[in-house]
């Protein structure tokens, strides 16, 4: 996770450890519940990056994504979530989340930039 500007960029790498290939079908990005229940109702937010680098094709083995999205905050009892899908019966999905500390965290490039031109 880094920061330019205005702007989170998330760059994430899935491994696919099976010998069947991963067809995407689906990569979406919300911010839910952090821990959730299976039996309780959630209000997911969908978010829609402004950039991506890899809008999902077909992976074999690893699948390296870059998403950027403009700047945006959420409580600490959410979580940012990435969910991959699978357009298969199986039904296989990858999940990422991260906590608002991760995204706090992330490397602020400005910063970095301007101590390098100096």
Not at 101 to 109: E, G, R, T, V
């Amino acid at each position: 996770v880094w920061v330019v500007e205005d702007y989170i960029y998330l760059d994430y790498t899935t491994t696919n450890k099976a010998n069947i290939p991963y067809t995407i079908d689906e990569i979406r990005y919300k911010i839910g519940d952090a821990k959730q229940l299976k039996a309780t109702n959630s209000q997911d937010r969908f978010l829609e990056p402004d950039y991506v680098s890899n809008p999902g094709e077909f992976t074999d083995k690893k699948f390296r994504n870059i998403a950027a999205f403009k700047k945006f905050t959420f409580p600490n009892d959410k979580a940012f979530i990435i969910e991959i899908a699978e357009d298969q019966i199986s039904g296989r999905k990858v999940t990422l989340e991260m906590t608002y500390s991760d995204i706090l965290s992330a490397a602020n490039i400005n910063s970095t930039l301007s101590k390098n031109s100096k």
